[in-house]
Nanobody, 123 residues
Framework: VQLQASGGGMVQAGGSLRLSCAASGRTLSSYAMGWIRQAPGQEREFVAGITWKGETTYGGDSVKGRFTISRDHAKNTVYLQMNSLSPEDTAVYYC?????????????????WGQGTQVTVSS
Protein backbone atom coordinates (compact mmCIF):
# COMPACT_ATOMS: atom_id res chain seq x y z
CA VAL A 1 0.00 0.00 0.00
CA GLN A 2 1.21 3.48 -0.84
CA LEU A 3 -0.22 6.69 0.55
CA GLN A 4 0.49 9.71 -1.61
CA ALA A 5 -0.08 13.04 0.11
CA SER A 6 -0.40 16.29 -1.77
CA GLY A 7 -1.75 19.80 -1.44
CA GLY A 8 0.78 21.32 0.90
CA GLY A 9 2.43 24.63 0.23
CA MET A 10 2.99 28.09 1.54
CA VAL A 11 0.12 30.30 2.56
CA GLN A 12 -0.37 33.47 4.56
CA ALA A 13 -1.99 33.44 7.95
CA GLY A 14 -5.74 33.26 7.64
CA GLY A 15 -5.54 31.34 4.40
CA SER A 16 -6.68 27.85 3.53
CA LEU A 17 -5.23 24.67 2.12
CA ARG A 18 -6.72 21.32 1.22
CA LEU A 19 -4.56 18.26 1.65
CA SER A 20 -5.26 15.03 -0.16
CA CYS A 21 -3.99 11.54 0.45
CA ALA A 22 -4.61 8.89 -2.16
CA ALA A 23 -4.09 5.25 -1.36
CA SER A 24 -2.97 2.76 -3.95
CA GLY A 25 -2.19 -0.90 -3.90
CA ARG A 26 -5.32 -1.95 -2.11
CA THR A 27 -8.54 -0.46 -0.98
CA LEU A 28 -8.48 1.03 2.50
CA SER A 29 -12.22 1.35 2.78
CA SER A 30 -12.24 -0.70 5.99
CA TYR A 31 -9.39 1.28 7.54
CA ALA A 32 -9.36 4.45 9.55
CA MET A 33 -7.35 7.18 7.90
CA GLY A 34 -5.96 10.34 9.30
CA TRP A 35 -3.42 13.12 9.42
CA ILE A 36 -0.51 13.54 11.78
CA ARG A 37 1.81 16.52 11.72
CA GLN A 38 5.27 17.27 12.96
CA ALA A 39 6.69 20.72 13.37
CA PRO A 40 10.45 21.31 13.53
CA GLY A 41 11.84 20.29 16.87
CA GLN A 42 8.52 19.00 18.10
CA GLU A 43 6.92 15.63 18.54
CA ARG A 44 4.36 14.29 16.14
CA GLU A 45 0.84 15.46 16.79
CA PHE A 46 -2.39 13.77 15.80
CA VAL A 47 -4.46 16.20 13.78
CA ALA A 48 -7.57 14.38 12.59
CA GLY A 49 -8.88 10.95 11.82
CA ILE A 50 -11.87 9.37 10.16
CA THR A 51 -13.20 5.84 10.50
CA TRP A 52 -14.35 3.71 7.63
CA LYS A 53 -17.90 4.67 8.59
CA GLY A 54 -17.10 8.36 8.38
CA GLU A 55 -16.89 9.14 12.08
CA THR A 56 -14.41 11.91 12.70
CA THR A 57 -12.14 12.86 15.55
CA TYR A 58 -9.76 15.76 15.94
CA GLY A 59 -6.56 16.08 17.85
CA GLY A 60 -7.14 19.13 19.94
CA ASP A 61 -8.78 22.45 20.40
CA SER A 62 -6.19 24.09 18.20
CA VAL A 63 -7.65 22.51 15.07
CA LYS A 64 -11.28 21.96 15.98
CA GLY A 65 -13.54 24.23 14.05
CA ARG A 66 -10.80 25.09 11.56
CA PHE A 67 -9.88 21.71 10.08
CA THR A 68 -12.25 19.22 8.50
CA ILE A 69 -11.37 15.67 7.54
CA SER A 70 -13.32 13.73 4.97
CA ARG A 71 -12.87 10.73 2.74
CA ASP A 72 -14.03 9.41 -0.60
CA HIS A 73 -14.21 5.63 -0.60
CA ALA A 74 -14.62 5.47 -4.35
CA LYS A 75 -11.35 7.35 -4.80
CA ASN A 76 -9.59 5.69 -1.85
CA THR A 77 -8.69 9.18 -0.74
CA VAL A 78 -8.81 11.19 2.47
CA TYR A 79 -8.84 14.97 2.61
CA LEU A 80 -7.99 17.61 5.17
CA GLN A 81 -9.52 21.01 4.64
CA MET A 82 -7.60 23.56 6.67
CA ASN A 83 -9.01 27.03 7.18
CA SER A 84 -7.90 30.05 9.16
CA LEU A 85 -4.34 28.81 9.13
CA SER A 86 -1.84 30.27 11.53
CA PRO A 87 1.96 30.05 11.73
CA GLU A 88 1.50 27.46 14.51
CA ASP A 89 0.10 25.11 11.88
CA THR A 90 3.42 25.04 10.06
CA ALA A 91 4.56 21.43 9.92
CA VAL A 92 5.01 18.40 7.74
CA TYR A 93 1.65 16.72 7.46
CA TYR A 94 1.61 12.95 7.12
CA CYS A 95 -1.34 10.84 6.17
CA UNK A 96 -1.69 7.47 7.76
CA UNK A 97 -4.00 4.50 7.84
CA UNK A 98 -4.69 1.79 10.35
CA UNK A 99 -7.41 -0.62 11.27
CA UNK A 100 -7.87 1.30 14.53
CA UNK A 101 -8.47 5.01 14.80
CA UNK A 102 -7.12 4.85 18.35
CA UNK A 103 -3.83 3.66 16.95
CA UNK A 104 -3.80 6.70 14.69
CA UNK A 105 -4.43 8.93 17.70
CA UNK A 106 -1.61 7.34 19.65
CA UNK A 107 0.71 7.54 16.68
CA UNK A 108 2.45 4.27 17.52
CA UNK A 109 2.70 1.19 15.30
CA UNK A 110 0.58 2.69 12.58
CA UNK A 111 0.18 0.26 9.72
CA UNK A 112 0.60 2.62 6.77
CA TRP A 113 2.30 6.00 6.45
CA GLY A 114 2.40 8.47 3.61
CA GLN A 115 5.41 10.51 2.70
CA GLY A 116 4.32 13.84 4.17
CA THR A 117 3.61 17.20 2.65
CA GLN A 118 5.00 20.50 3.92
CA VAL A 119 2.63 23.20 5.08
CA THR A 120 4.14 26.60 5.79
CA VAL A 121 2.06 29.46 7.11
CA SER A 122 3.61 32.90 7.13
CA SER A 123 2.52 35.69 9.44
Amino acid sequence: VQLQASGGGMVQAGGSLRLSCAASGRTLSSYAMGWIRQAPGQEREFVAGITWKGETTYGGDSVKGRFTISRDHAKNTVYLQMNSLSPEDTAVYYCAADASIMTLRRGVRIRYWGQGTQVTVSS
